[in-house]
């Protein structure tokens, strides 16, 4: 530029005197030889020719008023500059829009706060500024169609919306857990108001101390609390304390009735509970806990930390505020009202049997039979699951990312937006002489079948351009795919199928093999392969390998292990293990089957694992308090007059217990995702299917065909401990 001044000024100077179209006229010619210098490479790389002699009569044209300038005036160029470039960039052109060009996609990166490092301040200042461009792009496409729809999505939005909507649905299953468990337990304690009251009082504090804990380790950047897991810890806290609380009510209920004061009813109400409440606590702490395992997951692993903290606090609240409420007023009328204690204590039936137990004992045989034929298919079904890996099961369905996704997946296709990356390091500062090994790997990977697309430094909008060096590449929007350090490089694919698609699953595995080849034969130092698709594989493969081999032995083997010393019979221990897996596996198998053929709705991959290990302790709460209840019978009945009895005494409370804690599962289906109505309703109905086949079916069934011995070792010295035990 400064030699074509330099020759300008030479040329008016020697010509001089000059007129002014003279010296127009010379200008133009050095525009024009400018011009053509500075396109003589372009025009051999992109195949570019463009007449530097029009260029420079439009410029000069408008040289005093350039805002004047519409598209009309640089026609005569423009269709050689669009066909060039349009060659060169038609394979990214493509990607960019739908095929019947109805639908485009527009990349842009939303301001940021400067110095703010609180995520849901930047990410909500990010989110502003999206909704901005959102509007503005429906203002000017609007012009051409008033029916235009815009959506907006990337990073900081789904961020934003992650916590805006988990906030949302906190709110909301928080009330409707409270309000449902509420009603429940009313029921169960006879309408009899202080009596609901101040346990769910007591309870719903220790849920609310919990979360005060967890506020203040999230505040001290000692934990990072998402949303969802808040709701499975006030969901379950507040379930389970009520559980444990309702059991020790209903035991001291059965002592006033046998003709105890009510501090000797409180007093040993609390110690025939308290076996029962250490045993369920202790697996619903175990089974919470060993999510810990899954330590490479920071959501898993949080919840393995704030739910049993949760649980433990509404332990120590069943078994110390609730008795004292019954030692201060428990005899009081104020307590019962609006009945009478009387009223609650007729109804009271120490001897009721249960016929449905009574059935499943006298065909105990037909009965496990019956439980292992359903069992077997349906454990069966839980190892071999294989659910979706689609995030838009956690996404509401009223977010700018959801429709943003749907749009985008119906249109350019699912691959565009989800496309796959590979990044290898060639150990060294990438060089002119790289640029062919780079093809070389590229071609290979455009090989792969259901690629579509392939992207890279040689390649940035899809087609090669050859005979190009680095430095020309970078200045033609290469620098996008090579490292600051200039020692990576970056290849972009995008797939003909969506991202959870297991052809897509196929090709990542394949591009996974040429670039472990690529690094065997040291034509790269390193590679990685990375993306949505590749993403789903590793996930799916680390938590399968983590459950397998972490989470399911150590928690199975402790809760096992924590169980003995409050059942003291190992065949107890044993079929209760059985009876829990099979409820659970059964419900599991159901709730899938109902999402995916009744509601028509794919079930995420991870489901049944977390239902398993969730249910498998919680579960076992119904179980213990049944099977505590025959063990104290089986002192003063035979074997199978205990299990008839305790199902008789035990049955309304247990399967109520369940109602309650399912009522507050229940609530996560209040949730804005697809993804959280469904674990809500796995657990909900996990826990009452469990309940009903501990009290009725497989627990007083199999328990039978144990007999005595059910209780071993504790059957050996009963004929010293209690001399009463048949009656």
Known sequence: MKDALREVLLAVAENYPMSETEIEELTKEKVAELV????????????????????????????????????????????????????????????????????????????ALKGVNDLEKQSKFQYENSIKAKEVALKEFGKLSPSVEVYVTGTPIQTYEAIKYGKEDNDKTTKFSIAGAFIVLLILMGVAFLATLLPFTGVATATLTALGILYLLAKGDILDVGSWAQMLTVTTALGLGIDYSTYYLHRFREYLAEGYDHNKAASEALKRAKDAVLASASTDIIAFASFVLAYEFPIFKT??????????????????????????????????????????????????????????????????????????????????????HDIKLFIPKDSETYHFLQLSEDTVGAGVTSPTYVVIDLGHKVSDSDLARINELV?????????????????????????????????????????????????????????????????????????????????????MVGGNTALALDLSNLINDVFWHRIFPVALLLMFLSLIPTLK???????????????????????????????????????????FIVLMGVGIDYNSFYLVKARD??????????????????????????????ATYGSLMTGATWGIREIGFALAL??????????????????????????????????????????
């Open 303 to 388: 919840m393995g930390i704030i739910a049993p903290l949760a649980v433990i606090v509404v332990l120590l609240a069943s078994l110390t505020f609730i008795p004292s409420i019954t030692v201060l007023i428990g005899d009081k009328p104020i307590f019962w009202w609006p009945r009478h204690i009387e009223h609650h204590l007729e109804n009271i039936d120490l001897h009721e049997r249960s016929r449905i137990a009574e059935w499943a004992v006298k065909h105990a045989k037909v009965v496990t039979i019956i439980a292992l034929l359903i069992a077997v298919p349906a454990a069966y079904n839980f190892v071999n699951f294989n659910g979706t």
């Open 443 to 527: 071609d290979r990977i455009s090989k792969v079948s259901g690629v579509r697309y392939v992207y890279t430094i040689t390649q940035p909008f899809g087609e090669r351009i050859d005979n190009a060096t680095l430095d020309e590449l970078t200045k033609f929007e290469g620098d996008r795919y090579i490292s600051k350090d200039r020692h990576k490089v970056l290849i972009q694919v995008t797939g003909e199928y969506g991202a959870t698609d297991d052809r897509s699953k196929d090709m990542v595995r394949e591009i996974r093999s040429i670039v472990e080849d690529e690094k065997d034969s040291r034509k790269i130092a390193d590679g």
């Open 36 to 111: 053509e210098e500075f396109m003589k490479d372009t025009e051999s790389k992109l195949g570019m020719r463009i007449d530097p002699a029009k260029l420079a009569e439009i410029a000069f044209k408008f040289k005093d008023n350039p805002e004047g300038m519409d598209r009309e005036d640089v026609a005569p160029v423009e269709k050689d500059v669009y066909t060039a470039l349009y060659n060169k960039a038609k394979l990214y052109i493509n990607m960019l829009k739908s095929d019947d060009n109805r639908t485009m996609l527009v990349i842009f990166v939303p301001k």
């Open 686 to 727: 996990g826990v009452l299917l469990t309940a009903t086949a501990v009290v009725y079916f497989i627990g007083p069934a199999t328990m039978a065909l144990f007999g005595e011995k059910a209780w071993w070792p504790l059957f050996n010295n009963r004929e010293k401990v209690s001399p009463r035990r048949r009656k």
């Open 569 to 611: 019979g190992l065949p107890a221990v044993i079929t209760t293990m059985g009876t829990i897996a099979a409820g659970v596996l059964l419900s599991i198998g159901v709730s899938s089957w109902l999402f995916e053929k009744v509601f028509g709705q794919q079930v995420m991959w991870f489901l049944p694992m977390l239902v």
């Open 633 to 662: 019978e089986f002192e003063r009945r035979k074997p199978e007059e205990a299990l008839i009895v305790a199902a008789g005494t035990m049955d309304t409370l247990v399967v109520g217990l369940a109602a309650v804690l399912a």
